[in-house]
């Protein structure tokens, strides 16, 4: 059983475009992270969500929107895609904030 | 601020070769430290953790121990193997802000046979 799953592990489109991403866990945590992994494998914390609420939002566009319909779940919306957009997008849960985090294979989008 | 810094890569060894990679860092209080590997084209897998200072986490012939003097959680391995090529990150759980891990920028160890 995956514990942490993402769909889709590979996303091209063109720029302009709007995407989904999405993230499920059925490890019971409460907590869920998104993050970004650069092309340098930099990774930056954007979103997270501890049991359906948003606590942290760094300096992200706001073409990205997360949304969290249940604690299990938590998705990435991007509007307008844009070429620096393009990047590895990694889905985390914890059971809570500050214990350690379980990763999702990833998600690489490519925007052309 | 809080931060991770770890030692450049790549790191290229040699199989059987003693294997160390260098993290220390900046943290507000004594938070638990992690060591994260990515394998090429995966996620990040939890390698080993320490909770609290000289704490030491092992797994898989890995080692590291949580030395609070030297804000320092170094990776050792005693005999490397092909497999062990990947990207190794040193991070910290930021517990004032949602506990979102800060990482240090990855060092990626190749292997040669």
């Known amino acids: 059983d995956t514990a942490v799953s993402q769909t889709p592990k590979y996303l091209v489109t063109q720029m302009g475009n709007d995407k989904s991403i999405k993230c499920e866990q059925n490890?019971?945590?409460?907590?869920m992270y998104w993050y970004k992994q650069d092309s340098k494998k930099f990774l930056k914390i954007m979103f997270s969500?501890?049991?359906?609420?948003?606590?942290i939002n760094e300096t992200v566009p706001n073409r990205f929107s997360p949304k969290s319909p249940d604690k299990a779940h938590l998705n990435l919306h991007i509007n307008s895609l844009e070429l620096g957009d393009s990047a590895v997008y990694f889905c985390?849960?914890?059971?809570?904030?500050?214990?350690?985090?379980?990763f999702g294979p990833g998600t690489r989008l490519t925007v052309l | 601020g809080n931060s991770v810094t770890q030692m450049e890569g790549p790191v290229t060894l040699s199989e059987e070769a003693f294997l160390t990679i260098n993290c220390t860092y900046t943290?507000?209080?004594?938070?638990?430290l992690f060591w994260y590997v990515q394998y090429p084209g995966e996620g990040l897998q939890l390698l080993l953790k320490?909770?609290?200072?000289?704490d030491k986490g092992s797994n898989k012939g890995f080692e590291a121990t949580y030395r609070k003097e030297t804000t320092s959680f170094h990776l050792e391995k005693g005999s490397v193997q092909v497999s062990d090529s990947a990207v190794y990150f040193c991070?910290?759980?930021?517990?004032?802000?949602?506990?979102?891990?800060?990482f240090g920028q990855g060092t990626e160890l190749s292997v040669k046979p």
């Open positions: 985390a849960s914890s059971q809570v904030k500050g214990s350690e985090q379980f």
């Open positions: 490890l019971g945590h409460d907590t």
């Open positions: 969500y501890n049991n359906k609420e948003l606590i």
């Open positions: 943290a507000t209080g004594y938070p638990s």
């Open positions: 320490a909770t609290k200072a000289d």
């Open positions: 991070a910290f759980p930021y517990y004032n802000q949602g506990g979102k891990l800060i």
